[in-house]
């Protein structure tokens, strides 16, 4: 599998998942617009929120490696403006619910990711960037997903 490949069977997963498309009806009211890049000079309408998009990161291969490694960018995001002020005795509580429902969100992506056919691979590690509040309404996490594969063929190593 090369990183496209691997891209389309994560984003394919994840588009077939049904709590998480249950989820974002729920809490949304539709389901996740699904992006293979994204044109940073025209980004999504917040109408596309909740959004996954998947990048092609890095690539490790070679005769000393027993696996290939692929690196993926994947960034989840929701947009909600949703603010909930609380006064509790002598403290006021201000929560912005967006925060909690990202990381819902990003719960639910990675559960649909696991059941990705990567041919033979795993999803090795993922980690994550959480940038909550910087562009409110929109809350995001990038997310560093490696996915190890072991090789078919021995040619399989060449760079």
């Not at 394919?12 to 000079?41: E, H, K, S």
């Not at 947009?79 to 005795?89: I, L, P, R």
Request: with cysteine; net charge negative.
């Amino acid at each position: 599998m090369n990183e496209y490949s691997i891209i389309t069977a994560l984003r394919d997963a994840v588009n077939g998942n049904a709590a998480l498309a249950a989820w974002c009806d729920t809490t949304y009211g539709r389901g996740p617009f699904l992006y293979i890049g994204v044109d940073p000079a025209s980004p999504p309408p917040q109408e596309h929120y909740p959004l996954v998009a998947f990048y092609p990161m890095s690539r490790a291969t070679g005769s000393a490696l027993d696996e290939a490694e692929t690196g993926i960018m994947i960034e989840m995001g929701i947009a909600d403006d949703s603010v909930v002020e609380q006064d509790e005795g002598d403290e006021n509580l201000v929560e912005y619910i967006g925060i909690g429902n990202v990381i819902v969100f990003r719960r639910l992506v990675l559960a649909a990711l696991k059941t990705a056919d990567l041919d033979g691979g795993l999803i090795a590690a993922v980690e994550a960037d959480y940038d909550p509040v910087l562009e409110f309404p929109l809350f995001t996490i990038l997310n560093a997903v490696t996915v190890r594969r072991p090789y078919a063929f021995r040619e399989d190593r060449i760079i």
